[in-house]
C-alpha cells in the first residue's frame, strides 16, 4: 500500500470530555448510537478504532465518553469534516487517510499492538449520497463516479461503459442480488453503443425504462448502484480481509461492533463473528468433534440489532442498519 500520510489530530490538550456539540445532520447521522455504546462500553483509558469515520459521528460518541479514537477514512473530504468537528478533542483523537483493509499497518504505524474495541460502519454516508458530484444517487445529476477515494481507481462509468455484458450481469447479481440483471445490462449494452454513459440519472433512467416502479416505492435502480459501488471500491475483497484480521488486533475483553446495510455486508459478517465464537467443530466424517483453531470471541448479538422506530422517525437512513457485536474472550481460554 502507499505511504500513509502522517496523522492529525483536533488540536491540542483536550483532557476533559466536553458533551457533543456539533450538529449530525450537518454532515451524517451515526446510525444505531445507544446500541453503539451500549456494546463497545467507551470509558476514559479505553482506546477503539474507527475504521469508517465518515462523519465523525460515531468516533464523537466515543471521544464524549472519554475514550481515545484512532480513525480511518479513505474519503478526504469526509477526513477534513471529521477533524474539524472533533478539534475539541485534542490528542485523543488522531485520524489518517486510509481503507480499513490497511488497518494494521496504520496501528502498527502509530505504535500501537492491540485496542480496546473495533468499530466499523459499512454503509455510504448521507453526505456522499446527497453530494451529487460523488456520483452515489440515482435521484440526483452527477458524474457517474461512486468511487469512494476520488483519487484512484476505476469509475462507475468505466465499468458501465466498458465492462463485458456477462462481467455486468454478474455484479449485478452478485453485489445486488438484482433478478432482472441480464434485462439490465441488455439495455445498457444497447444504449452504451450509441452513447456512452456519463451520468448517474442517465443510467437511472434507462434502468427506469426497462424495470417501471408499478407503484413500488423502491427505485428500480437502487440494487443497480449498490452493485456498481461495491464492484468499483472492491468492498467485499476488503470486508474479507478486514474481517480476516480484526481478532488478532482486539485486547482480552475488547470488543467489536459491525454495521451492515444490506445482505451481502452482513453475510460474510455473520459467518465470521460465528467462526470466532463457535469452539468446538464437528463433521461428520470425524470420529469426533475438534477444538476450532479460530475460536477466541463470545458472541454478544444471537441476532443482528436494527434501529428502533424513534430512531427511524429521525434518520430513515437508518432502516437497513444492522448491527453484529462479539467480544473477544480472555487469551487463557
Known amino acids: 500500500m502507499p505511504a500513509l500520510p502522517q496523522w492529525e489530530s483536533g488540536g491540542a490538550g483536550a483532557s476533559r470530555s466536553p458533551e457533543p456539540v456539533f450538529d449530525p ?10 446500541e453503539v455504546l451500549h456494546f463497545l462500553q ?10 469508517t469515520l465518515g462523519g465523525g459521528g460515531h468516533s464523537e460518541l466515543l471521544l464524549a465518553a472519554g475514550a481515545e479514537v484512532i480513525a480511518l477514512d479513505q474519503d478526504s473530504e469526509a477526513l477534513a469534516h471529521a477533524r474539524l468537528r472533533l478539534q475539541q478533542y485534542g490528542s485523543r483523537f488522531r485520524s489518517y487517510q486510509s481503507n480499513f483493509r490497511y488497518f494494521p499497518h496504520v496501528l502498527e504505524e502509530a505504535g500501537i499492538s492491540a485496542v480496546d474495541g473495533i468499530l466499523a460502519d459499512f454503509g455510504v454516508s448521507s453526505h456522499q449520497l446527497d453530494d451529487a458530484p460523488r456520483g452515489f444517487s440515482f435521484i440526483r445529476e452527477g ?64 434502468i427506469e425504462s426497462v424495470i417501471p416502479r408499478h407503484g413500488k416505492k423502491t427505485h428500480p435502480a437502487t440494487l443497480t448502484f449498490q452493485a456498481l459501488r461495491l464492484a468499483v471500491n472492491d468492498e467485499m475483497t476488503v470486508l474479507d480481509e478486514f474481517l480476516a484480521q480484526v481478532p488478532r488486533w482486539v485486547k482480552p475483553g475488547g470488543r467489536v461492533a459491525l454495521i451492515s446495510f444490506h445482505s451481502g455486508e452482513d453475510r460474510p459478517v455473520k459467518q465470521a463473528l460465528a467462526r470466532y465464537s463457535t469452539e468446538w467443530l464437528d463433521r461428520p466424517e470425524w470420529p469426533e468433534p475438534r477444538r476450532n483453531p479460530d475460536f477466541c470471541m463470545r458472541l454478544l448479538t444471537r441476532k443482528p440489532v436494527e434501529a428502533t422506530e424513534a430512531e427511524l422517525k429521525r434518520n430513515p437512513r437508518a432502516r437497513s442498519a444492522k448491527l453484529r457485536a462479539a467480544e473477544r474472550l480472555p487469551q487463557s481460554a
Do not use: W
Not at 441488455?186 to 442517465?202: G, S
Open 42 to 51: 467507551p470509558s476514559p483509558g479505553k482506546l477503539f478504532l474507527d475504521c
Open 25 to 34: 445532520l450537518a454532515y451524517h447521522a451515526p446510525v444505531l448510537p445507544e
Open 143 to 206: 458524474p457517474l463516479d461512486m468511487r469512494m477515494n476520488r483519487e484512484d481507481g476505476q469509475t462507475a462509468a468505466d465499468l458501465v461503459n466498458h465492462a463485458e455484458p456477462g462481467e455486468l450481469v454478474r455484479i449485478l447479481r452478485e453485489y445486488g442480488e438484482e433478478r432482472q440483471a441480464p434485462r439490465i445490462v441488455r439495455a445498457i449494452v444497447k444504449r452504451r453503443e450509441q452513447r456512452l454513459f456519463e451520468t448517474t440519472l442517465d443510467l437511472a433512467q434507462v
